[in-house]
């Protein structure tokens, strides 16, 4: 059994990687998963299939770009999939807008200069993978009515996807009072707490 945590970036994902180590879980090399974008936007699925046989739990990028998901409930039947959320789509939006200020924008929202002379990952990465992933003008990198639309999108098309396996995904919010129980219950593992930590805030 593998664990894949789907939800979008800025929806506590360093907290359930915390978490499921704190569980006893191997959880995978986020760089890695990382340097495998490329690979994701040419729709090549092999590499980050591969990089699944190296741990037991996985988050953030690539695992939780659209459509990843399908290909790795082919490849790795019985997985667990966990979707994380937030309270809304508008809470999500001003979360990426105020770690990208903090990130790559020296505490403003980044420019599209800024974000083309980033070194995250590879110099433009961040501005190549936001263009591919939101199709977003290439003048408006951000655009709030498109990244809005994107992550709504983004969490039905996967609620419908499982909506005939509720023992294989997971949806959370993880400031709700009883997630970190929901959690611990949904793997078969003994809590170790009884609330998520809040790691990474923006």
């Given at each position: 059994m593998k664990i894949f945590c789907i939800g979008r970036g800025k929806t506590g994902t360093t907290s359930l990687e915390e978490s499921l180590k704190e569980?006893?879980?191997?959880?995978?090399?986020?760089?890695?998963?990382?340097?495998?974008?490329?690979?994701?936007?040419?729709?090549?699925?092999?590499?980050?299939?591969?990089?699944?046989?190296?741990?037991?739990?996985?988050?953030?990028?690539?695992?939780?770009?659209?459509?990843?998901?399908?290909?790795?409930?082919k490849a790795y039947p019985n997985s667990k999939f966990i979707l994380s959320i937030r309270n809304s789509a508008d809470e999500w939006y001003n979360s990426v807008?105020?770690?990208?200020?903090?990130?790559?924008?020296?505490?403003?929202?980044?420019?599209v200069e800024q974000l083309k002379k980033s070194k995250?990952?590879?110099?433009?990465?961040?501005?190549?993978?936001?263009?591919?992933?939101?199709?977003?003008?290439?003048?408006?990198?951000?655009?709030?009515?498109i990244l809005i639309n994107h992550y709504i999108s983004y969490n039905q098309k996967i609620i419908d996807y499982f909506k005939d396996r509720p023992n294989d995904l997971l949806v959370i919010n993880l400031k709700d009072?009883?997630?970190?129980?929901?959690?611990?219950?949904?793997?078969?593992?003994?809590?170790?707490?009884s609330s998520f930590p809040h790691l990474n805030r923006s």
């Open positions: 569980l006893g879980f191997k959880v995978g090399n986020q760089r890695k998963g990382e340097l495998l974008i490329r690979d994701y936007h040419k729709n090549n699925f092999q590499p980050i299939i591969e990089l699944a046989k190296t741990a037991d739990a996985f988050q953030d990028i690539p695992f939780s770009y659209p459509n990843t998901y399908k290909h790795l409930d807008i105020r770690f990208h200020s903090q990130i790559f924008g020296r505490g403003k929202k980044p420019s995250w990952v590879w110099e433009g990465c961040i501005y190549e993978t936001m263009q591919n992933l939101y199709n977003t003008p290439a003048d408006d990198p951000y655009n709030k009515e009072e009883n997630s970190y129980l929901d959690f611990s219950k949904f793997l078969n593992k003994k809590p170790k707490r």
